[in-house]
């Protein structure tokens, strides 16, 4: 009887699950046909006579770093070409990197950020992009406000040969006004003792660095050792001062939830998460420049020399170029876009935002970051370490040998007491 | 000795095939990083390395034993009257502690950090008593009560195996003696039980002492395990040498400590199996 009724039930469940994503994929249905085409005629055309069918497209990209909400732009892609697209993301440039140099994967299409392009660039592994697939650079690229970024030269190419930016941005400081009630103009409040266990750091070394050097009034891209130890011993004297709390993505939570008070991370995600809490009918949060300087970054995106489908990746280049894909993906990163169609867009909401799109004077003392050599890269990777290291460590080595010695006194003694034993058994 | 025939080796081959191609030839690609540096030639910079990690390393296994020791504290009452209830009511139990296990250990970490946040619901129920908000995250006892969470039905799980299979006729003999309670949990069923507390030790203190998530999530940085610093080196530094060599190091200490959870074992000799080193 029991039997008979446990079956009945999953049977009802199983029903009930069929039946439901039935009716969602039928409203699925009436919602895409009542969908109005975005694109113009003449865009379908030039995408559809690519000649891209059947063919497919490895898409290498950040986390929550394009727009699968409003029009979704992946699959628009795949609709308007025909090509298919394998997209997968990373967490960070260095996870980008070994993923790419350690060879077995084929990308067309990464979007890693500056340092890490100027690396690429250096090692060969970025292929040039042909302009004359990407009609859409000249037309819609803001080379007046953005192009600076992109006139360093490396092994006599300029970064415009590989890559054509998707976002800009700054880091920024990001406050609690329940607890701090004047605007901070330095990154000195992270070191203030009163806030100890209420700073969220960036739990990954250049930018936490790169705090450290702005104090220090150091270049971010400083070749010298003592620079760097520099700015360790001032990250550790935080560590030891403030305790913060390294993390990344984790910050949206976290300086949400109201339980701390400063925060570092990238200006468009402050904006995200204003407006989180927006939703939710909260407003505590602020932000600041802080005096001694922001970092300010892109990511461009470029084609790696690994590429099997480079046309499809200048299509896709270009794709993410026009004015309804650009200002889909601006509306969902938060970050501000290089796209001249989207800023001039009346629709844009982002673009009063000085947390975004920062006046010059506000960020006057902002450095970009530049490739660093490896030896320094990994000494700084150790400091990190250190940095983040044990602490108060004197206690527990203690602890730690005397339990070692307990261990070795029970062992002799269990084996002095096998040794009796055997004896007594023996005779 | 006698030579399996030719039906066994067919049986054994896939297995076989599975660890040389999923186990030995991993541990040779460490070993090869490990002896290397990032042109490919010989050489022992990582290996001297490794001193500036010693600190990290005791850190590590000091966190590893006290989980270890939490999580054998908490398992072995629980498993021993687990064993001795009825059998409906023990499969139900048995299926609880598994139940976790069913859903990502990713998604039950991370949701720990909203448990112990100071607006987490530990601490709003405190707080309606007016009490607090403590800080309950980002420091060592999080770290710890993580591992414990994560890991404890590997410790329960064969601390009960064992237990249920336990010969009742040998406590009765016991108590038909002359022990009493806690003489015959004492002299037979712990004696009795050494091998399943062995294997739990086992499967609980080697994934605390290479956990990277639980540290990074629960600890905020706080606390730096070896995991983490493995991680790094892989992830961020891009140092493979390094990293290698570390997790070299790090199997070592593991094996060092098994061969002493061994030797304690081993010490009623006809006593075996268990002890997965």
Not at chain 1, 169 to 180: E, Q, V
Not at chain 1, 298 to 304: F, R, T
Not at chain 2, 151 to 175: C, N, S, W
Request: with cysteine; glycine share 8%; aromatic share 12%.
């Amino acid at each position: 009887m029991k039997k008979i009724i446990c079956i009945l039930l999953a049977l009802v469940l199983v029903i009930a699950v069929f039946a439901t994503g039935c009716a969602e994929n039928e409203t699925e249905e009436t919602e895409e046909e009542a969908e109005e085409e975005i694109f113009s005629a003449e865009t379908l055309e030039y995408y559809a006579g690519l000649g891209l069918e059947g063919t497919t497209l490895n898409v290498y990209n950040w986390g929550e770093y394009i727009d699968d909400e409003e029009i979704d732009v992946i699959s628009q892609f795949e609709r308007l070409t025909g090509c298919e697209v394998n997209y997968t993301t990373f967490e960070s440039n260095e996870n980008m990197y070994s993923k790419l140099s350690g060879g077995g994967v084929s990308y067309d299409i990464i979007i890693p950020s500056d340092y890490m392009i100027e690396r690429l660039i250096k090692e060969g592994m970025l292929v040039e992009l042909d302009y004359d697939n990407i009609p859409n650079y000249d037309k819609y690229f803001d080379k007046e406000d953005y192009g600076y970024f992109v006139d360093d030269e490396i092994n006599g190419h300029t970064i415009e040969d590989y890559g054509i930016i998707y976002n800009v941005g700054t880091t920024i400081l990001i406050y609690n006004t329940d607890y701090i009630k004047e605007k901070p103009d330095s990154w000195s409040i992270l070191w203030d003792e009163q806030y100890k266990g209420k700073v969220l750091m960036f739990n990954n070394p250049r930018d936490s660095f790169a705090i450290a050097q702005a104090m220090l009034g150091q270049d971010f891209n400083s070749e010298s050792i003592e620079d760097w130890d520099a700015a360790a011993n001032l990250l550790l004297e935080q560590r030891q001062k403030v305790k913060p709390t390294y993390v990344m993505d984790e910050i949206f939570n976290l300086m949400e939830s109201g339980d701390y008070y400063l925060g570092v991370y990238y200006a468009g995600d402050f904006e995200l998460m204003k407006s989180d809490l927006e939703e939710k009918g909260k407003d505590f949060l602020d932000y600041a420049f802080p005096k001694e300087g922001v970092n300010t970054f892109y990511d461009a995106m470029c084609i790696p020399n690994s590429t099997q489908n480079k046309k499809g990746a200048e299509a896709f280049i270009n794709f993410m170029l026009e004015p309804e894909v650009a200002l889909a993906n601006a509306e969902y990163i938060y970050y501000a876009t290089a796209n001249k169609a989207v800023i001039e867009n009346e629709d844009y909401s982002l673009a009063e935002s000085e947390a975004v799109y920062p006046p010059e004077e506000l960020i006057a003392n902002a450095q970009q970051f530049h490739d660093i050599s490896s030896e320094n890269l990994q000494y700084m990777s150790t400091l990190w370490m250190k940095v983040k290291g044990t602490s108060g460590s004197g206690v527990l080595y203690i602890v730690f040998f005397s339990c070692i010695a307990a261990v070795v006194v029970v062992i002799i003694i269990t084996a002095l007491k096998k040794k009796r034993m055997k004896k007594y058994y023996n005779i | 000795m006698k030579r399996s025939s030719l039906a066994q080796k067919i049986i054994n081959a896939p297995y076989i095939l599975w660890a040389a191609l999923f186990v030995i030839a991993p541990l040779i690609m460490v070993l090869y990083y490990a002896l290397t540096d990032s042109t490919g030639a010989f050489s022992l910079d990582s290996v001297k390395q490794i001193g500036d990690y010693g600190g990290t390393f005791i850190l590590s296994i000091s966190y590893g034993a006290v989980a270890t020791l939490i999580s054998l504290v908490i398992a072995y009452p629980f498993a021993y009257f687990l064993a001795h209830t009825k059998a409906n009511f023990q499969r139900m139990s048995v299926m609880l502690v598994m139940l976790p296990m069913w859903m990502s250990f990713l998604i039950r970490t991370y949701s720990w950090i909203t448990i112990l946040g100071e607006s987490g619901v530990i601490n709003s129920a405190l707080g309606k008593i007016g009490i607090g908000p403590l800080p309950l995250l980002n420091n060592g006892g999080a770290v710890i009560l993580g591992m414990v969470y994560n890991f404890l039905p590997y410790m329960i799980l064969p601390l009960y195996t064992i237990m249920a299979k336990m010969d009742v006729r040998l406590i009765e003999a016991a108590q038909d003696l002359g022990c009493g309670k806690l003489q015959v949990i004492r002299k037979v069923v712990f004696p009795l039980s050494v091998p399943g507390i062995a294997s739990g030790i086992t499967m609980v203190f080697v994934p605390c002492v290479s956990t990277f998530y639980i540290t990074q999530k629960l600890g905020g940085g706080q606390v730096n395990l070896i995991g983490d610093v493995i991680e790094a080196q892989f992830q961020t530094a891009n140092n493979y040498n390094l990293g290698a060599a570390l997790s070299l190091v790090l199997m070592v200490m593991i094996l060092i400590c098994l061969g002493v959870l061994n030797y304690f074992t081993d010490s009623d000799d006809e006593v075996n199996g268990g002890v997965l080193v």
